[in-house]
């Protein structure tokens, strides 16, 4: 927790530093690239976005963009050596859920017709040659890193923008039920799940930073049900028939609603308080 000889803005500094040092012996490795190994540089680069999201609004120089727009272009390289193996998982949970014998049958005929082949074996991929040099030039711009910004300016400006974004997206995409804004406010609200738990919040805080993490995994799904969508549409002509396409897109379709639906009533109970009531909360 922060204090006053230990300010926000040396944790989030000493976080960004411990993430790369955690990321190391990945990115020194001479072997491919597993698909856990995958995994886990995406999730922290998208940690180390969120760190300097946090810092954006604070620093005068570009600093905070040019890591963005840097870590987002080098984690987009890994890109396609992930997208078949989510796509395959949350096919497999969706059988695994379905209650009905009809919709487990097209469900399961999907998954060995479209991913027969996915296993973690085939999904080793090599390692790109900007990723190490971009992992190394971020995490020398956190060392060189030499700012004084108070706790309250980084919880007003820096935790009241990310929150602020995440209502905006939010409010629209359940006013509108418009799934493609529900993915612009999965990237704020992860955001906020990677660095809300850093403040040392009062006893009636609501909501739970808990509840953001919760939310984040909940959108995390619904952007990958929906890329599952468009990648069966396109590849319709894998099953016997239209018809058997058809059900297994309308399945998809059916749960992806349902889960869309689960979204805006968490959301609805999440951003309870307006971003100016958010900033208020978070500096006292």
């Known amino acids: 927790m922060p204090t006053d000889a230990h300010s926000l803005v040396h944790q989030i500094r000493d976080n960004a530093l411990s993430l790369h040092a955690q990321a190391q012996s990945l990115l020194d490795s001479k072997d491919l690239m597993s698909n856990k190994d995958v995994r886990t540089i995406r ?11 946090l810092l954006n609004p604070l620093l005068k120089n570009t600093v905070a963009d040019d890591a963005k727009r840097d870590l987002k272009k080098a984690s987009a390289t890994l890109q396609n050596a992930r997208e078949l193996h989510v ?24 998954h060995a017709l479209l991913f027969a082949n996915i296993a973690d074996s085939s999904l080793q991929t090599e390692r790109p040659a900007t990723l190490r040099e971009t992992f190394e030039q971020d995490a020398l711009r956190w060392r060189q890193l030499d700012v004084k910004f108070s706790n309250t300016q980084i919880r007003r400006r820096g935790y009241g923008r990310l ?122």
């Open 43 to 53: 999730v922290t680069s998208k940690h180390l976005r969120a760190c300097w999201q």
């Open 87 to 110: 796509m395959a998982n949350t096919l497999a949970r969706l059988v695994q859920k379905s209650r009905s014998k009809d919709a487990k049958r097209i469900l399961t005929t999907g």
């Open 163 to 284: 929150y602020a974004k995440a209502y905006k997206f939010a409010n629209a995409a359940h006013d509108n039920s418009d799934v493609e804004m529900w993915h612009r406010a999965r990237k704020w609200v992860k955001y906020l799940s990677y660095t809300l738990p850093w403040l040392e919040l009062s006893d009636d805080f609501s909501p739970d930073p808990a509840d953001f993490t919760a939310f984040a995994k909940s959108l995390g799904k619904l952007h990958d049900l929906h890329y599952l969508i468009a990648y069966s549409t396109k590849h319709r002509a894998t099953f016997a028939n239209k018809d058997e396409a058809a059900y297994f897109i309308h399945q998809l379709q059916t749960a992806e609603s349902q889960l869309q639906w689960r979204c805006e009533k968490s959301s609805r109970n999440l951003f309870l308080l307006s971003p100016t009531q958010f900033e208020k909360a978070v500096a006292s």
